[in-house]
């Protein structure tokens, strides 16, 4: 069974500075997406960013980008000038292609200090 | 375009009564899927629905059923309610599945005494 897994179990950052959450999966698969997600307070699950397993290009959405090592199997999440808005846990996803069904890291809690 | 709705947003039930939750596609949105969140499990897949067909289904008991209807909205009961089944339940709509993103509903937080 796919498994992923994110070893920071809390981080902060200061404002304006760059973070990077990581995650790593595990799969024998090789047609698979991966997901960020953010869960603020409110509990709301919001999409973060994207990346499709056959693209070598790494997905970017404004501030934040990520770091796909596919032979590694390393998915990791950059935020860049954070800000106050960006604390949340963020939760890794994985979905094999073929399958509506997500498989979720157990997050990571992110504090930004003004 | 709407949210994905999800109702009640809260609830109190207690042991070995049964509760229905209910949840709202985003328009056009014909896949629904349906997972559990609680402190000590995490997030976990409980069941997808498309074209009123579940189409994949994890690994929890008989207890917990669903359906979806024509018009894409779905429901999914808990029967027998045991303590543990207290957890945030989240529904997730996509437009047709399989590669597609997935957008959550605020879910609906399930308490049971």
């Known amino acids: 069974a796919q498994t992923v897994t994110q070893s920071q179990p809390e981080m902060s950052v200061q404002e304006a500075e760059t973070v990077t959450l990581s995650c790593t999966y595990d799969?024998?698969?090789?047609?698979?997406?991966l997901f960020w997600y953010k869960q603020p307070p409110s509990r709301q699950m919001i999409l973060v960013i994207r990346?499709?397993?056959?693209?070598?290009q790494n997905a970017t959405e404004n501030r934040f980008s990520v770091n796909f090592q596919k032979a590694a199997k390393s998915f990791s999440l950059k935020i860049s000038d954070s800000q106050l808005g960006d604390a949340a846990m963020y939760f890794c996803?994985?979905?094999?292609?073929?399958?509506?069904?997500?498989?979720f890291g157990k997050g990571t809690k992110l504090t930004v200090n003004p | 375009k709407a949210g994905v709705t999800q109702t009640p947003r809260y609830l109190i039930k207690t042991r070995g009564q049964q509760v229905t939750l209910s949840c709202s596609p985003i328009?056009?949105?014909?896949?629904v899927s349906w997972y559990q969140q609680t402190p000590g499990q995490g997030l976990q897949f409980l069941f997808e629905?498309?074209?009123?067909?579940?189409?994949n289904k994890g690994n929890f008991p008989g207890r917990f059923s669903g359906r979806q209807f024509s018009n894409s909205r779905s429901e999914m009961n808990v029967s027998t309610l045991e303590l543990g089944d207290s957890a945030l339940y989240l529904c997730?709509?996509?437009?047709?599945?399989?590669?597609?993103?997935?957008?959550f509903g605020p879910g609906t937080r399930l308490l049971v005494l």
């Open positions: 997730a709509s996509s437009l047709a599945g399989d590669r597609e993103t997935q957008y």
């Open positions: 799969t024998s698969e090789s047609d698979y997406y």
């Open positions: 629905y498309f074209s009123e067909t579940q189409r």
């Open positions: 990346q499709e397993a056959y693209k070598q």
């Open positions: 996803a994985y979905q094999e292609g073929g399958s509506e069904k997500l498989v």
């Open positions: 328009s056009g949105h014909r896949s």
